[in-house]
C-alpha cells in the first residue's frame, strides 16, 4: 500500500481567494488523482494528475478553476481558485499502484476539509 | 456523471447482526472495489474483486463480484460499534479510473 499525506488537514477561506492543497506520497506512484466529496456525497473525479505534463481534467472541472501540479512520482498540488461557497468540500488525493501485488488499486489521502465563507 | 446503485442508502442494526449492501450497473468493470470512509477520513480500501464470481473475504467481510461483472455484494457478520461509517462501492473501467456508488451509511443501534 502506500502512505497519503495531505496538506492542509481543513481550512476556511474568504470567498474570492485561493488554496492550494498539497499531496505527498511516501513512494514513488504511476498515477496520482484528485477528487471532491461534497457534503454527504459521493466522490467525484476532477482529473488525473499526469507527472510532466498537464492534468487531465473531467467533465465540469477547468484547468482556470482547479490547477494542478504534479512535478514527480511523489507530490502533486490542486489549487482551488477563486473560491466561492460552493466549493466548500472535501478534495482528496488519491493514487494508484501498477503492480502485481496490488492489481492496479487505489488508496486515499485523509483529505482536505474546505469551506468558503 | 455515471454513478453505480448502491443500496440501502442507510441501514440501522443491532450491534451483533449481519449486514448486507449491494451495487449494481448497466455498464461491465473489470475490478470491483469495496471502500469504508470513516468522519474525517479518507476512504480505506476492504476488499477488491478482479474476476467474474470471485468470493472473497477479509475477516468479517465478505464480497461477491456477479458472474455478469455488473453487480457486487458486501456483507458484514456480527456487526461492532466500529463497523460504523459509510461504506462505498466502486467499479473500476478500462482508464483505471472509478465509477462510485452514492454509498451506504451504517448506524448501529445502542
Known amino acids: 500500500s502506500a502512505v497519503i499525506s495531505q496538506k492542509p488537514s481543513r481550512d476556511i477561506c474568504q470567498r474570492g481567494t485561493s488554496l492550494t492543497i498539497q499531496c505527498q506520497v511516501d513512494s514513488q506512484v504511476t498515477m496520482m488523482f484528485w477528487y471532491r466529496q461534497q457534503p454527504g456525497q459521493s466522490l467525484t473525479l476532477i482529473a488525473t494528475a499526469n507527472q510532466g505534463s498537464e492534468a487531465t481534467y473531467e467533465s465540469g472541472f477547468v484547468i482556470d478553476k482547479f490547477p494542478i501540479s504534479r512535478p514527480n512520482l511523489t507530490f502533486s498540488t490542486l489549487t482551488v481558485s477563486n473560491m466561492s461557497p460552493e466549493d466548500s468540500s472535501i478534495y482528496l488525493c488519491?493514487?494508484?499502484?501498477?503492480?502485481?501485488?496490488?492489481?492496479?488499486?487505489?488508496?486515499f489521502g485523509p483529505g482536505t476539509r474546505l469551506t468558503v465563507l | 456523471g455515471q454513478q453505480l446503485n448502491q443500496s440501502p442508502q442507510s441501514m440501522f442494526i443491532q450491534e451483533g447482526e449481519d449486514v448486507s449492501m449491494n451495487c449494481t450497473s448497466s455498464s461491465i468493470f473489470n475490478t470491483w472495489l469495496w471502500y469504508k470512509q470513516d468522519p474525517g477520513e479518507g476512504p480505506v480500501l476492504l476488499i477488491a474483486?478482479?474476476?467474474a464470481g470471485e468470493l472473497t473475504s477479509n475477516g468479517r467481510l465478505t464480497a461477491q463480484f456477479g458472474i455478469t461483472r455488473k453487480d457486487s455484494f458486501l456483507n458484514i457478520s456480527a456487526s461492532i460499534p466500529s463497523d460504523v461509517g459509510i461504506y462505498f462501492c466502486?467499479?473500476?473501467?478500462?482508464?483505471?479510473?472509478?465509477?462510485w456508488g452514492a454509498g451506504t451509511k451504517l448506524i448501529i443501534k445502542p
Open positions: 466502486a467499479g473500476q473501467d478500462s482508464n483505471y479510473q472509478l465509477i
Open positions: 474483486l478482479y474476476k
Open positions: 488519491s493514487v494508484m499502484l501498477l503492480d502485481s501485488d496490488t492489481y492496479n488499486e487505489q488508496f
